[in-house]
């Protein structure tokens, strides 16, 4: 631990954020008094967010998790006894060998996402020991499956141009990114980029920090980009704004491409996306005219049912103008591709007793827990709040309150998902432990060494999962290893991009910058099963998907009138933040936003506490009239906790367990409501 008086160390922010900053924090007397960005570090630049800013409020906070307990109350009451960690992993152990015993390890379920994006804690000593225990797997889809999928099948790897470039970029679409709240440094480069000329276009479902930010503000209905994207190519093809020399060389199946943009000329794609004619027009030249152009393609598109067709629709656009490999032109989807490390040494499936042990979607929690075959009757949590981020919360909290169910939680709080938890582990924050950083977005790998001690009786996931190993009598020569080793064993992969990338380097530096020696991964190499950028693709066709993009609405039944989006908030990550006061009083009260138009039509006034519910719940929040969506329209911002709040403002309530197109995403944003004043 580097801890002296009075000093500033570095540090990561840990958090499920592209940006994955660099952190200066100051030490007095070995506490945190401060937190900065880094200023010596090439993407933070030293500007960080406020809620990290006042990380250290978290850290210290006084319903910080000190010691394991154990439930005396009845499931969803919250009421603990304090027990020691050796009579938890005595429960915990012996849980597991009897579920084991009685109806195989499949009846036991690991839940977890990134609420800490280390390596070792998100996806290392964890998913090794689950596999080790033969436990069903978990397909984490909730975040960006769908796009994933779809811009795999066009064009091979998650993998973008490197955001540094971007201040090169004349003409940008940020496409359903709140990039102003959610990307803060590609908000920084492309500040850059306009003060160089460039011009940045917001095309959202919702005027929002970022369309305020941005040059122009494109309204569309939710769910209908791939209409978009296919009447730009309509205009483009149209326009001759193509570049065929790029596309001869490079793209597979632009006839095909040909035909399809056709069915979409501008007052087709018009009616379905409520943009005007002319806008779409204008869009579509300005884009295919202006080089280099880059796309920041966000997440807000991939929560709907079409969602995946709706990214890889986006992603054929920078191939018909021939944007790769020109700086500062292309997209950015995700960047995993390059930071990709050895999964392979660090998760060691090949300890699995069965490979073919089931799988269960996350996104389908509520319905796993109340009717899979064989039963899931171990669950542990860690790294992730289901209760309130999962969808269909009320059959997730219906799944959780089964008397037969055994669940473990590891947390930094008590979290709405523990009030149902049978023993409650005291999880580190990342500041007491050490770890490895990759982001999704930029291209810096991040060591992580400790500034504090762990807190109370607090163990990070890693040395939770290390001990409970042990506890199982599992091999010490897998088990009973350092965060150093497994740090190393981590970067041992033989890519260009880590070539010549050492640990003793990262543990100098704090970073090392992933190797890319050109613009992007294409169009020099292009992993698609062609070779090619596959505006056609055969992968899709076989699994029965349309292998050219095609607009296909949203599934949602047409019961309820308005369309409602669920979005993250500005002052949390997820659900993340959402028991601290500071941050909850810069977000004021949970709202709805509605048209001026449907507000009137419906005799609602801006402030009217509303009731907002379909079949699977409901949910409670003032609205905020404004024309800040089209009219059929509904956004709420913020995935807000049960407990500690007043009313029932769980959005999730009202969201779906139903798959997205491809990749098994979730579908939160494709959402039918009914809202109604609410009368006391
Ligand atoms: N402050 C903050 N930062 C975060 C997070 C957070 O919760 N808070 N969460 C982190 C995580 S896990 C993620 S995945 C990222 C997500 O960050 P983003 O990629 O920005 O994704 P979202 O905020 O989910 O949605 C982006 C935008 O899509 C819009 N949208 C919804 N439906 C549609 C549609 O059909 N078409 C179009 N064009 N737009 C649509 C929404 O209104 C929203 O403004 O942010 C990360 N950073
Ligand atoms: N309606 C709707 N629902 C959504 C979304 C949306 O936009 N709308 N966004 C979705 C998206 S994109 C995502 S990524 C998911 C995110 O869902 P989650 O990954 O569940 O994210 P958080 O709500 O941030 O919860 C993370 C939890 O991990 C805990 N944690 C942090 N560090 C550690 C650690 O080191 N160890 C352990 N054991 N725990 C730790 C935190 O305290 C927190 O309770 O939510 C999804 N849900
Ligand atoms: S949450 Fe994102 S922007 Fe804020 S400090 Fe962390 S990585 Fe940076
Ligand atoms: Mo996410």
Not at 32 to 39: Q, R, T
């Amino acid at each position: 631990m580097k801890t002296t008086d009075n000093t500033i160390v570095r540090s990561v922010c840990p958090f499920d954020c592209p940006d994955t900053c660099s952190l200066h924090v100051t030490m007095e007397k070995g506490v945190i008094a401060s937190i900065d960005g880094n200023p010596d570090h090439p993407v933070t630049q030293g500007a960080i967010c406020n809620k990290v800013r006042h990380l250290k409020e978290r850290v210290y906070h006084s319903d910080r998790l000190m010691h394991p307990m154990r439930r005396v109350g009845p499931k969803g009451t919250l009421e603990f006894e304090r027990i020691s960690w050796e009579e938890a992993y005595g429960e915990i152990v012996h849980r597991l060998k009897s579920a084991i015993a009685d109806k195989g390890a499949e009846t036991i379920l690991p839940y977890s996402f990134y609420g800490n994006m280390g390596i070792l804690n998100a996806e290392g000593m964890d998913r090794r020991f689950f596999h080790r225990l033969g436990a069903s797997q978990l397909d984490r889809t909730i975040c960006n499956a769908a796009g994933s999928a779809g811009y795999k099948y066009t064009m091979g790897a998650a993998a973008g141009i490197d955001p540094e470039d971007t201040v090169h970029s004349k003409y940008v679409l940020v496409w359903g990114c709140n990039l102003v709240s959610t990307n803060m440094h590609q908000v920084m480069y492309l500040n850059e980029a306009r003060k160089r000329g460039a011009k940045i276009i917001h095309i959202d479902v919702h005027r929002n920090r970022t369309s305020v930010w941005a040059d122009e503000f494109i309204p569309i209905l939710p769910g209908t980009d791939t209409a978009l994207a296919l009447g730009i190519m309509h205009v483009l093809i149209r326009e001759k704004l193509t570049n065929e020399e790029f596309i001869e060389k490079y793209a597979k199946g632009y006839e095909e491409l040909v035909t399809q943009a056709k069915l979409y000329p501008p007052y087709r794609v018009s009616r379905i996306t409520g943009i005007p004619e002319e806008v779409i027009v204008k869009l579509a030249c300005d884009y295919g005219n202006a080089s280099p152009s880059f796309i920041r393609i966000g997440n807000g598109l991939q929560h709907h049912d079409n969602g995946g067709m709706a990214i890889r629709a986006i992603t054929c656009l920078p191939a018909l103008t021939g944007q790769w490999g020109i700086l500062g032109g292309g997209a950015i989807k995700g960047n995993s591709h390059y930071s990709a490390l050895n999964s392979f040494k660090l998760e060691r499936p090949d300890l699995m007793p069965d490979r073919n042990v089931r799988t269960i979607n996350m996104n389908r929690l509520g319905e796993a827990l109340l009717a899979a075959e064989p039963s899931v009757d171990f669950l542990f949590v860690y790294n992730s709040n289901p209760a309130v981020v999962a969808p269909d919360q009320n059959q997730v909290r219906q799944g959780l309150m089964r008397e037969d169910l055994f669940s473990v939680v590891h947390d930094l709080f008590l979290t709405d998902t523990c009030m149902y938890a049978d023993i409650v582990l005291p999880a580190t924050s990342h500041f007491e432990n050490p770890d490895l950083y990759a982001s999704y977005w930029h291209l810096y790998l991040q060591l992580h060494e400790p500034i504090i001690a762990p807190m109370g009786e607090c163990k990070s996931n890693f040395t939770l999962f290390k001990e409970l190993g042990l506890h199982m009598g599992f091999e010490p020569d897998t088990f009973d290893i350092t965060e150093e080793q497994m740090i190393r064993q981590a970067l041992d992969r033989n890519t260009p991009y880590l070539a010549g990338l050492t640990y003793e380097e990262l543990q100098r530096e704090g970073w090392a910058k992933m190797k890319l020696d050109r613009p992007s991964l294409f169009p020099d190499r292009i992993p698609t099963p062609s070779g090619k950028i596959e505006l056609y693709s055969e992968a899709m066709e076989r699994v029965g998907l349309p292998p050219v993009p095609e607009y296909v609405p949203i599934k949602e039944p047409e019961d309820y009138p308005f369309l409602l989006v669920t979005g993250p908030n500005h002052s949390f990550i997820n659900s993340t933040f959402g028991n601290q006061d500071r941050l909850k009083k810069l977000e004021k009260q949970p709202t709805v936003d509605m048209n001026a138009k449907d507000a009137a039509a419906r005799g609602l006034q801006h402030g009217d506490p509303v009731r907002i519910w379909n079949d699977r719940g409901e949910c409670r929040l003032a609205v905020k009239v404004a024309n800040n969506v089209l009219p059929g329209v509904l956004v709420t911002q913020g995935l807000w906790w049960e407990h500690g709040n007043d009313g029932v403002q769980a959005v999730n309530s009202l969201t779906s367990q139903r798959l997205s197109d491809m990749g098994g995403g979730a579908t939160f944003f494709s959402t039918r409501v009914e809202i109604e004043k609410i009368k006391y």
